[in-house]
């Protein structure tokens, strides 16, 4: 693709580091996906249910399988939360602690060594694009939901 949409760089490089986590992951026996619950969890209070979904930009069904597969190696527990009888709070276990600690740190090498090849003006204008796609996207400033409605 001569003219690389910016679409197709996200596309692109989110797919490679989704790949490289993965790898990374698997040789642990794990995913990209329970690093990242392990690392969105609360190690000291836990975390509601209901709250992890969107702080992981997870679909509630991927969610529910990823929390399965945690509970069933050990690294969660779940216990009722006793501010909201219906909710359920998600606890790390010291094996998922630990677990957390080896994410955090390879999520940590990662923006390490990207920080070693690209310089701060660099880094800051990623961010600022970024976080301007993130807000037209949320205020629906790219794509109208009504204007496939014949006037």
């Known amino acids: 693709m001569k003219d690389k949409t910016i679409d197709y760089v996200l596309r692109t490089t989110w797919l490679a580091v989704n790949k490289m986590y993965n790898e990374e992951a698997s040789a642990f026996g794990t995913t990209m996906a329970t690093g990242f619950a392990l690392l969105s969890i609360?190690?000291?209070?836990?975390?509601?249910?209901?709250?992890?979904?969107?702080?992981?930009?997870?679909?509630?069904?991927?969610?529910?399988?990823?929390?399965?597969?945690?509970?069933?190696?050990?690294?969660?527990?779940?216990?009722?939360n006793p501010e909201d009888g219906r909710g359920v709070?998600?606890?790390?276990?010291?094996?998922g602690r630990e677990k957390r600690e080896l994410s955090k740190e390879k999520v940590l090498t990662f923006n390490d060594t990207i920080k070693n090849n690209v310089s701060p003006e660099e880094l800051s204008n990623f961010y600022k694009v970024a976080e301007i796609i993130n807000n037209m996207i949320s205020n629906k400033q790219i794509y109208n939901k009504n204007e496939h409605i014949l006037k």
Do not use: C, H, Q, Y
């Open 42 to 80: 609360d190690p000291e209070k836990g975390t509601p249910s209901t709250s992890l979904g969107p702080k992981m930009g997870m679909e509630a069904t991927s969610l529910s399988r990823t929390l399965k597969t945690m509970e069933t190696k050990g690294l969660i527990v779940r216990k009722p």
């Open 89 to 95: 709070l998600i606890f790390l276990t010291d094996f």
